[in-house]
């Protein structure tokens, strides 16, 4: 099993930023790809980005160019970072990873809240 530990969320203005971290522990050797989604209320779980193992990216097309997405795999951890912050970027985020342990497993974190208001 891998627990995640996820903070950074927060209260921001528009064109702000900030840096979610999700640290994972247990299996984490069996950990392959490691990312974020979120959520708006009232709309489904999207993928916001994700790294591989080796450091192969990709990125939801509104995050393009504004989040960063990162991992240091001597500490387990991974992070996204966000500028140029909007307004539609609010939501909860949550922290994924995937892997493959005698069977894939997909495991989330509690979420965070990112809020972007002036």
């Known amino acids: 099993q891998v627990q995640l530990v996820e903070s950074g969320g927060g209260l921001v203005q528009p064109g702000g930023s900030l840096r979610l971290s999700c640290a994972a522990s247990?299996?984490?050797?069996?950990?392959?790809?490691m990312g974020w989604y979120r959520q708006a209320p009232g709309k489904q779980r999207e993928l916001v980005a994700d790294i591989t193992r080796r450091a192969m990216t990709n990125y939801a097309d509104s995050v393009k160019g504004r989040f960063t997405i990162s991992r240091d795999n001597a500490k387990n951890t991974v992070y996204l970072q966000m500028n140029s912050l909007k307004p539609e970027d609010t939501a909860l985020y949550y922290c994924?990873?995937?892997?493959?342990?005698?069977?894939?497993?997909?495991?989330w974190g509690q979420g965070t809240q990112v809020t972007v208001s002036s």
């Open positions: 247990g299996s984490i050797s069996s950990i392959t790809v």
């Open positions: 994924n990873v995937k892997g493959y342990q005698v069977v894939p497993f997909s495991s």
